[in-house]
T-cell receptor
């Protein structure tokens, strides 16, 4: 599975959009991009995933560049409860397990 | 709401004890996973299972074993607990195949003294 690169930390003002970037320049054609987050002392929570097209659900939007070498997770109106570590993971179509990196620590500030 | 339930939130055991961590899911998921999480090391995969009675080693299986006798239950066993196994243990499950997210339990914080 392709490796990902994320900034170690980011800040975002409450009520503003949080845009979390992820580079995955070695991604191959059948690999999905997954996003999870982990709020302190809890298990990781699935947010969203995509293959080629942009995706949106009730939690977030995922924007994948046309060449698929990078993506951005967008939390449209960040709240204090969105403070967490966000993980971007690239995984193939087989049944191999997710491998978590260090993620981005997002701090939402009042 | 779908759930992954881990039997204990906090556990304290003595060195040398045999420890069982239980995980139950109610979603009829084929896949189940055990991770441990330590500061500075992130989440690391210990074992996983694609089906009943099947198991695969993850990145750090040494000192652990697993059991999956029923589809909904995946047990992690520390054969002889050691202090370096003090950690947060997280269980997860998912459907088989690509494009499915994992559902994680709340974790068991194990301290070995």
């Amino acid at each position: 599975d392709a490796k990902t690169t994320q900034p170690p930390s980011m800040d975002c003002a409450e009520g503003r959009a949080a845009n979390l970037p992820c580079n995955h320049s070695t991604i191959s054609g059948n690999e999905y991009v997954y996003w999870y987050r982990q709020i302190h002392s809890q298990g990781p929570q699935y947010i969203i995933h995509g293959l080629k097209n942009n995706e949106t659900n009730e939690m977030a939007s995922l924007i994948i560049t046309e060449d698929r070498k990078s993506s951005t997770l967008i939390l449209p109106h960040a709240t204090l409860r969105d403070t967490a570590v966000y993980y971007c993971i690239v995984k193939g179509s087989g049944n191999t397990p997710l491998v978590f990196g260090k993620g981005t620590r997002l701090s939402v500030i009042a | 709401d779908v759930k992954v339930t881990q039997s204990s939130r906090y556990l304290v055991k003595r060195t040398g004890e045999k420890v069982f961590l239980e995980c139950v899911q109610d979603m009829d998921h084929e896949n189940m996973f055990w991770y441990r999480q330590d500061p500075g090391l992130g989440l690391r995969l210990i074992y996983f299972s694609y089906d009943v009675k099947m198991k695969e080693k993850g990145d750090i299986p040494e000192g652990y074993s697993v059991s999956r006798e029923k589809k909904e239950r995946f047990s992690l066993i520390l054969e002889s607990a050691s202090t370096n196994q003090t950690s947060m243990y997280l269980c997860a499950s998912s459907l088989l195949g690509p494009g499915y997210g994992y559902t994680f339990g709340s974790g068991t914080r194990l301290t070995v003294v």
